[in-house]
């Protein structure tokens, strides 16, 4: 059964554009929401996490919007790069971040067009 | 620079045959992880250790053991590998909050071939 659903598996975004990653869970224990970046041959690093207690967390291009709600969080990258080309994966745990395992999402491969 | 350290970064291994794939962290972290990475599949727990001395199956544990052997250091065997287990492996550990905000470090894989 997964427990963190993402989409779309794969995006292409011309430079300058926004690129927008969904993701969806279902236990509603969930309180904290990572998204990792991984570049090729290379293993995820951690690029922006929030906690359900914001609604919107902003570092630089990247902004994760959260609807308790809805049981989604989503991944934006205004003014996309070619740097940024890469696979991002959404996750969740519970404890806050500092107990329970990581449920990753399947991922989703961004190309970003120069 | 501190991280977690994986070793070998590639393997071919024949059907049957047997290996270890080595990890260490030098971050002080209590919890370590064992993950694989499949097209298509994201990333899958093989299994993890909470602490020194302690270790659980995760979602896909089967053909494979851990040994944690200190703090520092978790191992990952294949006792008799199989095709199936074809893929990169990717070892993780984990700080308390703000270490850094509760969120994983990787190494940088071990992709192994089993023909």
């Known amino acids: 059964q997964q427990q963190v659903k993402q989409s779309p598996q794969s995006l292409i975004v011309q430079k300058g554009g926004i690129s927008i990653i969904n993701c969806a869970y279902e236990?509603?224990?969930?309180?904290?929401f990572p998204w990792y970046q991984q570049f090729p041959g290379k293993g995820p690093a951690l690029l922006i996490a929030?906690?359900?207690?914001?609604s919107e967390k902003k570092e630089g291009r990247f902004t994760i919007s959260f609807n308790k709600s809805a049981k989604q969080f989503s991944l934006h990258i205004m003014d996309s790069q070619p740097g940024d080309s890469a696979t991002y994966f959404c996750?969740?745990?519970?404890?806050?971040?500092?107990?329970?395992?990581?449920?990753f999402g399947k991922g989703t491969k961004l190309s970003v067009k120069p | 620079n501190a991280g977690v350290t994986q070793t070998p970064k590639f393997q071919v291994l024949k059907t049957g045959q047997s290996m270890t794939l080595q990890c260490a962290q030098d971050?002080?972290?209590?919890?370590m992880y064992w993950y694989r990475q499949d097209p298509g599949m994201g990333l899958r727990l093989i299994y993890y250790?909470?602490?020194?001395?302690?270790?659980d199956k995760g979602e896909v544990p089967n053909g494979y053991n851990v040994s944690r052997l200190n703090k520092r250091e978790f191992s990952l065997r294949l006792e008799s590998a199989a095709p199936s287990q074809t893929s990169v492996y990717f070892c993780?550990?984990?700080?308390?909050?703000?270490?850094?905000?509760?969120?994983?470090?990787f190494g940088s894989g071990t992709r192994l071939t089993v023909v």
């Open positions: 971050m002080n972290h209590n919890s």
């Open positions: 250790s909470a602490s020194e001395g302690t270790t």
């Open positions: 993780a550990s984990r700080g308390e909050l703000g270490q850094p905000f509760g969120g994983y470090t």
């Open positions: 236990n509603t224990a969930f309180d904290y």
């Open positions: 996750a969740a745990s519970k404890g806050g971040g500092s107990q329970g395992n990581l449920i």
């Open positions: 929030i906690r359900p207690d914001v």
